[in-house]
Structures are given as structure tokens and as C-alpha cells.
């Protein structure tokens, strides 16, 4: 049972997360579409703005992953009960 009980706070966790890397992400989308008027005055803040989208793409992609795990670990251990 603590097993069980460790898995689902790790998940509950790795959701918490996930919940703040998909707010980040929206957020930087949102702010590039109200400004992309801007983008020939700044070049290097858009071109940061993609790159930093593109690293919390991946991040939340692999925790994604990761929590699918965790689900399957939950699975397994419920089943074994």
C-alpha cells in the first residue's frame, strides 16, 4: 500500500507541474501573438520567446511520458492487491 500510495503522489506532483509548464507555454504563445508587430524591433526577445516554446514543447511532452508511466505503475500495483 505505500507503494501504491508514493505512486500516487508522484503523479499528483508531475501533474502540478505539468499544469505550470502548459500555463508558461500558453502565456508566451499568447504574448507572441499580441505582439508580432513588434518583431522586426525585437528580433532577439521573439527569437527567445520560440526557443524557450520549443524547450517547454519537449518538457511537457516527456512528463506527459513520464505520467503515463506512473499510471501504468498505479495499474499494476492496484492489480496485485
Same mark, same amino acid.
Given at each position: ?6 505512486? +500516487?503522489? #508522484? *503523479? &499528483? =506532483? *508531475?501533474?502540478?507541474?505539468? &499544469?505550470?509548464? /502548459?500555463? !508558461?507555454?500558453? %502565456? $508566451?504563445?499568447?504574448? !507572441?501573438?499580441? @505582439?508580432?508587430?513588434?518583431? @522586426?524591433?525585437?528580433? /532577439? =526577445?521573439? !527569437?527567445?520567446? /520560440?526557443? =524557450? ?6 518538457? $511537457?511532452?516527456?512528463? @506527459? +511520458?513520464? %505520467?503515463?508511466? $506512473? *499510471?501504468?505503475?498505479?495499474? @499494476?500495483?492496484? %492489480? #496485485?492487491?
Amino acid at each position: 500500500m505505500a507503494k501504491l500510495d508514493e505512486a +500516487k503522489e #508522484r *503523479l &499528483g =506532483l *508531475l501533474k502540478f507541474w505539468l &499544469g505550470v509548464f /502548459v500555463a !508558461c507555454f500558453v %502565456s $508566451i504563445c499568447a504574448w !507572441c501573438a499580441t @505582439n508580432y508587430k513588434l518583431f @522586426n524591433e525585437a528580433y /532577439v =526577445l521573439f !527569437c527567445l520567446a /520560440v526557443l =524557450l516554446d520549443i524547450v517547454l514543447l519537449v518538457i $511537457i511532452y516527456k512528463l @506527459n +511520458k513520464e %505520467s503515463k508511466n $506512473i *499510471l501504468k505503475e498505479i495499474k @499494476n500495483l492496484k %492489480s #496485485r492487491e
